[in-house]
């Protein structure tokens, strides 16, 4: 079902967007058993907490598994993709954030769109992220902190944070590379406030690639496992380069407009 002007108009206001039921619980089932293969697998994009066993993220998994393929391509999601950023798009990068009962780490204060444009060459940030719930995500589980309308403020240009590991390792550790400082957050939290996103499994929740947010750590006794798309306008994929390209599972390489199944 297209998305409302109403929808459309309360994305541009406040950067994201909650779709309840857009994934239907046969196909969150299906992804979950996927996952539980992948653990058992050490492949590309595979990502470990630090210090830890466990796994934090899968990435890339549309690019091995079939059932990740189709899901990119679900009416559910292209649809209202295109609708928002009124072009064909291309699935810049996939991936699935793990936060395991008692010891999912916290995500820093941060942007999306500076990885993108910094890393990987998107001129514009006519880019977006949609988030869908694979467990119940609540308040004690380490759901995400939206700063509504922070995306009015743009891609804020930061230094590479010390403690962040080198190369794109430093993209996806817990000691994210480009943070948001504290005194920006706390300026903007108290103007716009905060936003947790909540919900059952199945929902989706649309973002900007500007919008600020962080989430915490899972100290619950309960699993807390999204997946996360990242559609972008054919029109804006990365500017061509032959030298340092993070790997595929990160930075698209087929920049080709989607097509639904």
């Known amino acids: 079902m297209p998305l409302s ?15 309840e039921n857009a994934v239907s619980e046969e196909s969150v089932q299906h992804i979950l058993t996927k996952l539980s293969v992948f653990g058992q697998k050490s492949l590309p994009g595979h990502i470990r907490e630090k210090n830890s066993s466990n796994y934090r993220a899968f990435h890339g998994c549309h690019l091995y598994d079939e059932d990740f393929a189709a899901l990119i391509r679900n009416p559910q999601l292209l649809g209202p993709a295109k609708q928002l950023l009124k072009t064909d798009v291309y699935l810049h990068q996939l991936k699935v954030n793990l936060k395991q009962p008692f010891s999912g780490e916290l995500w820093p204060w941060h942007q999306d769109y500076i990885y993108w444009r910094n890393e990987d060459q998107v001129p514009s940030d006519a880019i977006i992220s949609v988030m869908i719930f694979l467990d119940e995500v609540n308040e ?8 509504p309308g922070s995306h009015e403020v743009g891609c804020v240009d930061t230094p590479k944070a010390k403690e962040a590991p080198e190369g794109w390792e430093g993209n996806v550790s817990a000691s994210l590379t480009y943070q948001v400082d504290e005194a920006l957050v706390t300026t903007l939290a108290s103007k716009r406030g905060l936003f947790s996103a ?6 989706a929740v649309w973002f900007h690639g ?9 100290i619950s006794p309960f699993e807390r496992r999204i997946v996360i798309l990242t559609y972008n306008a054919v029109s804006n994929a ?3 380069s032959t030298t340092n390209q993070r790997p595929e599972f990160l930075n698209a390489r087929n920049h080709d407009a989607l097509q639904f199944i």
């Open 5 to 19: 002007l109403t929808a459309l108009n309360a994305f541009d206001r406040d950067g994201y967007l909650t779709q």
């Open 198 to 203: 909540v919900g059952k499994k199945g929902t």
């Open 238 to 240: 990365p500017i061509p």
């Open 210 to 218: 500007n919008l600020i947010h962080a989430s915490p750590p899972n």
């Open 140 to 147: 004690f589980n380490g759901p995400l902190f939206f700063i």
